[in-house]
């Protein structure tokens, strides 16, 4: 490595350098060198038209090559966000970035995402798998180059809650299919009993909008608008139900994707031709490989410090229990995360699809690794689940789950940091806000604490854990909106005291200028965000109306209503636990 002033230069084996007399570098490369393919000594060769074929040598490890492409994938799905956020129209997506992008390999196992929202991630690699079954399985049409999948459906098709849309791209190199990119994006209006489609009382699936088990949004090359708007009304069939609100903001978005995933295709078909496909092949392999390498590293170290085995349990506002046992080998690394204990599936609607599930656990593993890894496929490979049938995380085809994926996950990830001992609560909620009537339909996360650990403090007023969503600026809230914003301020004193404080949650108010539906679902309203190691627990949140005659209601943690011109709705977002017993 030769450092100068100006630059760096690395001087691969089997070149000389001489620094000249003008003081340049005459870099000489051996002949040796020059008939082995440029990038790396893998065996790959160029042909006359430039095209990269497999040689018979294997594609060795190599660890500079690792990061490089670590990066290259990870930089590949944060372009994907870039023409996804220009193109895309509706608030939840252009301004609060509610989407999350991801490469996948051809059996549809995750290699590399954007850092998005990781709620989505583990779940997106279950909708790909679930779409390659689909197509390819017997009597079915196949997926051909000029095709886009999508599909929606969280207990038969892999998806976290029907407001979550992912549309599947396959990348064809010649002739044959060599990966999938995806995207999904949360759209603020697919139909359901309620504006927004995020229903607080909602008890089964079809209250909840459109369901998309698997349908080809693009065939042929051409945009299918007519087959996928008949989908996004087909709700308004059903007795008190109705289509989606937000026609147009669906299709424009839907659109926005494809063009996404368009555009992680041309990455990765540079990247291939730049390399060679088995060289790229090889890297996610690699990445994947490496990921599985760090989290079986740090489960073999807990389980030397704390024993082989770990316990958590923590309970729903409304009682319902969400227990996890892990036992851990300790020369392997391999784990069982055991959730039986878990209380029965509800009528309600934090009913959480298994998939929903890993997603907090590989956000939880990655999050507990001390290296800097991509978050993929490889994080859960030394995982084995045990989630029982018709439990909260595991329901039946037809539950409700609309607030499984912003409010269970959130505890999941709760109990998965409690068994290692990692941190105090963060809030464990999303703050889902919904309002709108027959014309359109909002929908907007709010952020709260974080809890505190053995070395920070807990960040104030932040989207936590398995969200990563931004908050809608107040000017375009209120030029696309007819709401006026009265207060958007921290909660004071809401966040556990400790050595280590936990965050504030937030304070937000809105006041509608015609009469609306708002609803919010929302937890820890009941039970408060735990501290740890002596820390002390944060302060619940409440939900509160302020009526024009000045009278405050607590109208808890789920709730649709009407809200005329001139009462407020007031969110008091709870706080993050503290960590460690106070100096006396």
Avoid at 9 to 24: H, K, M, P, Q, Y
Avoid at 211 to 225: C, H, P, R
Wanted: aromatic residues 6%; hydrophobic residues 35%; charged residues 20%.
């Amino acid at each position: 490595i030769i450092v100068q002033s100006i630059s760096t230069i690395v001087l691969e084996t089997e070149c000389n350098a001489v620094v000249t007399s003008d003081g340049d570098l005459d870099i000489t490369v051996s002949q040796a060198k020059k008939k082995v393919d440029g990038n790396d000594e893998t065996g790959s060769i160029h042909s006359a038209d430039g095209d990269v074929e497999m040689a018979e040598a294997a594609v060795k490890e190599d660890p500079v090559q690792l990061s490089i492409f670590s990066h290259r994938f990870m930089g590949i799905a944060e372009q994907m966000g870039r023409p996804l956020v220009r193109t895309a129209i509706s608030v939840n997506i252009k301004e609060r970035l509610d989407f999350s992008c991801a490469l996948f390999t051809l059996d549809g196992g995750l290699v590399a995402n954007a850092p998005h929202i990781p709620v989505h991630l583990g779940a997106m690699q279950s909708a790909v798998r679930f779409q390659v079954e689909y197509w390819n399985s017997e009597g079915r049409e196949g997926i051909k180059e000029g095709e886009v999948l999508v599909s929606n459906h969280p207990q038969l098709a892999g998806g976290s809650h029907l407001p979550d849309i992912t549309v599947i791209t396959p990348v064809f190199h010649k002739g044959e299919i060599i990966f999938f990119v995806a995207s999904r994006g949360h759209h603020s209006d697919i139909g359901g009993i309620s504006p927004g489609s995020m229903p607080p009382h909602s008890s089964k699936l079809e209250d909840e909008g459109a369901m998309i088990v698997a349908f080809k949004l693009v065939k042929d090359g051409q945009f299918q608008e007519q087959g996928i708007t008949d989908i996004l009304n087909a709700p308004g069939k059903l007795e008190g139900n109705s289509g989606t609100r937000n026609l147009r903001d669906n299709l424009s978005d839907l659109r926005a994707q494809v063009a996404a995933n368009n555009s992680g295709i041309r990455l990765l078909q540079q990247l291939v031709n730049e390399y060679g496909l088995h060289v790229v092949q090889a890297y996610m392999t690699f990445i994947q490989h490496n990921a599985e390498l760090s989290v079986r590293d740090m489960l073999k170290s807990f389980a030397s410090e704390h024993g082989s085995r770990a316990h958590a349990i923590d309970h729903m506002d409304d009682g319902t229990a969400i227990e996890l046992t892990i036992d851990i080998d300790k020369d392997t690394g391999s784990a069982t995360f055991d959730f039986t204990g878990t209380g029965p599936q509800v009528l309600g609607n934090h009913n959480a699809p298994p998939a929903v599930t890993y997603s907090a656990v590989i956000y939880s593993l990655r999050s507990l690794v001390g290296v800097d890894i991509p978050l993929n496929q490889g994080c859960l490979a030394p995982v084995k689940f045990v989630i029982p049938p018709n439990s909260l995380l595991n329901p039946s085809d037809d539950a409700g789950v609309v607030g499984g994926n912003v409010l269970t996950s959130q505890r999941v990830v709760d109990v998965v940091l409690r068994a290692f001992k990692a941190c105090a609560a963060s809030q464990g909620c999303m703050n889902n806000l919904t309002f709108g009537d027959d014309r359109f339909g909002y929908y907007e996360t709010i952020a709260g604490g974080a809890g505190a650990g053995p070395t920070w403090e807990g960040r104030s007023g932040v989207h936590t854990h398995c969200t990563n969503t931004r908050i809608t600026d107040p000017e375009i809230l209120e030029r696309r909106y007819p709401v006026v914003l009265r207060q958007f301020a921290l909660r004071k004193g809401s966040g556990g005291t400790g050595k280590r404080k936990g965050g504030d949650g937030v304070i937000r108010e809105i006041e509608p200028l015609r009469p609306l539906v708002m609803s919010i679902l929302s937890e820890r309203r009941t039970l408060h965000p735990y501290g740890m190691a002596g820390g002390h627990e944060a302060e619940c949140g409440r939900n509160l109306l302020i009526r024009t005659d000045g009278v405050t209601v607590n109208i808890g943690g789920r709730c649709s209503t009407s809200i005329d011109v001139g009462e407020r709705l007031r969110l008091e977002t709870p706080g993050g636990g503290g960590y460690g017993k106070e100096k006396e």
